[in-house]
């Protein structure tokens, strides 16, 4: 069993949804997902044990430490080359507020209506 960038996905708008009741449809369609891509990725997250299958919610103290240290290496960034984009990461809202930019250019998502100029940065999931 691997996990895929999308599971985290899913974890997070759960996260999001709070005590709102859910179903797997109703989930694929706020994720623009098919209902058996969610099915599937919610048994590839119980499996992981970051879902509690019997309460249905994410193991928030599990999904933390893993986001904290393992998406960056389960899920590796691509950096690409310069284009002009919308901010991402630490470049943009709301990180940007609070961290020192570096002297580089900013990562950002490629956008042709892009205000910034920065080395374009793969999405965990689309």
Same mark, same amino acid.
């Given at each position: 069993? &691997?996990?895929k960038p999308q599971d985290i996905v899913i974890l997070l708008k759960l996260v999001t949804i709070g005590d709102r009741q859910w179903s797997f449809s109703s989930l694929a369609n706020e994720l623009a997902m098919s209902p058996s891509e969610v099915h599937s990725g919610i048994g %590839?997250?119980?499996a992981a044990r970051l879902f509690d299958s019997q %309460? /249905?919610?994410p193991i928030? /103290?599990?999904?933390? #430490?893993?986001l904290v240290h393992g998406v960056k290496y389960s899920f590796p +960034? #691509? %950096?690409g080359s310069l284009t002009? $984009?919308?901010p991402t990461s630490y470049a943009g809202p709301p990180l940007n507020s609070d961290l020192i930019p570096t002297d580089g250019? +900013? +990562?950002?998502? +490629?956008?042709p209506e892009? &205000?910034? %100029? $920065?080395y374009e940065f793969s999405p965990l999931y689309r």
């Open positions: 069993m &691997n996990l %590839r997250v119980t %309460r /249905k919610v928030l /103290k599990s999904l933390l #430490e893993f +960034p #691509e %950096r002009r $984009g919308m250019p +900013p +990562p950002v998502w +490629p956008d892009g &205000n910034v %100029r $920065g």
